[in-house]
């Protein structure tokens, strides 16, 4: 049975392929697929140590003609660590698995969440013809945007010894931890997505993978994306979708709903869905998706 005849809650589905890719320094990087074979192809950059198996929009994604790819950063899921890594280096790492994976004619990415400054990292380096960026964590170093007193200690704490932040959060993360905090932070209306049946054994699942070598990929992950980013998304010339739920507190996603960051990129453009929250990934799939087609 298709995806399209199945029931599909959030667009949820258990991944129809899994697979690893050989990069060109000898690591591999893991990877999970949905989506008919021959469908454009779009990278998914997921949220903060999550793993490859959870995805989105599995109901549409034959209807769209899209081949949905999760790929996991170095160090979570069975993606090999790469301890000196930085966002300037994880563009080379999808260019390898693009080639690895045979994708032609150009790729697409979403970034969500955590995942934004990765996927941005690749339009900056002209790896993807465009970009959607769904409740992402904006460059809270930029000056003027109003980031919360919690978040700026953080900030801090990155920018004057990122070895002791890095080896601190190594330490001491889990999947555990990450579900409390996502759950301790998010208002009602995701709080009804992440918690519901449908929802939270898949998203706990995809915390377990992220963390299955412990917690050094996501605390890379961490201090690479609080401190300031070594690129310029005023450089960034490929279309960018921005797209934030007005639900959403924004405490460590984006304290303006991406305002600031719409400004600062060329080809951006913003919705701002007053109606949703962060989840709007899982709620409003078929937007994001069609609207990144359309690019």
Avoid: K, N
């Avoid at 045979?102 to 690749?122: D, I």
């Avoid at 070594?230 to 450089?235: I, M, Y």
């Avoid at 600031?260 to 951006?268: D, F, K, S, W």
């Amino acid at each position: 049975m298709t995806q399209e005849g199945m029931v599909v809650t959030y667009g949820i589905a258990e991944p129809e392929e899994l697979g690893t890719v050989r990069l060109r320094d000898g690591r591999a990087l893991g990877w999970a697929g949905w989506g008919p074979a021959d469908g454009a192809p779009v990278l998914f950059f997921s949220g903060a140590a999550m793993g490859r198996s959870l995805g989105f929009g599995a109901g549409v994604l034959g209807r769209l003609g899209v081949r949905l790819i999760a790929v996991e950063r170095p160090g979570l899921g069975v993606s090999d660590p790469a301890p000196g890594r930085t966002l300037l280096s994880w563009p080379d790492d999808v260019r390898d698995l693009v080639s690895g994976l045979g994708l032609e004619g150009g790729v697409r990415v979403v970034g969500f969440s955590h995942g934004a400054p990765f996927a941005l990292a690749c339009a900056a380096a002209g790896v993807v013809t465009a970009a959607s960026v769904v409740s992402g964590l904006d460059e809270l170093t930029h000056p003027g945007l109003p980031v919360d007193p919690a978040v700026a200690g953080l900030l801090r704490a990155a920018a004057e010894d990122p070895e002791t932040f890095e080896e601190m959060f190594a330490r001491d993360a889990g999947a555990e931890m990450m579900w409390g905090l996502v759950t301790g932070m998010s208002g009602e209306h995701d709080l009804a997505v992440y918690t519901g049946p449908a929802f939270a054994p898949a998203y706990r699942r995809s915390l377990a993978e992220g963390f299955a070598q412990g917690a050094a990929g996501y605390a890379r992950d961490l201090v690479l994306a609080y401190r300031p980013w070594p690129f310029r998304v005023e450089d960034i010339r490929v279309p960018v979708e921005l797209w934030y739920g007005g639900h959403d507190p924004g405490t460590v996603h984006s304290p303006d709903h991406g305002a600031t960051l719409g400004r600062r990129i060329p080809a951006a453009r913003r919705h701002l869905l007053p109606e949703e929250g962060g989840s709007l990934l899982w709620t409003r799939a078929e937007d994001v998706l069609a609207a990144l087609l359309a690019l």
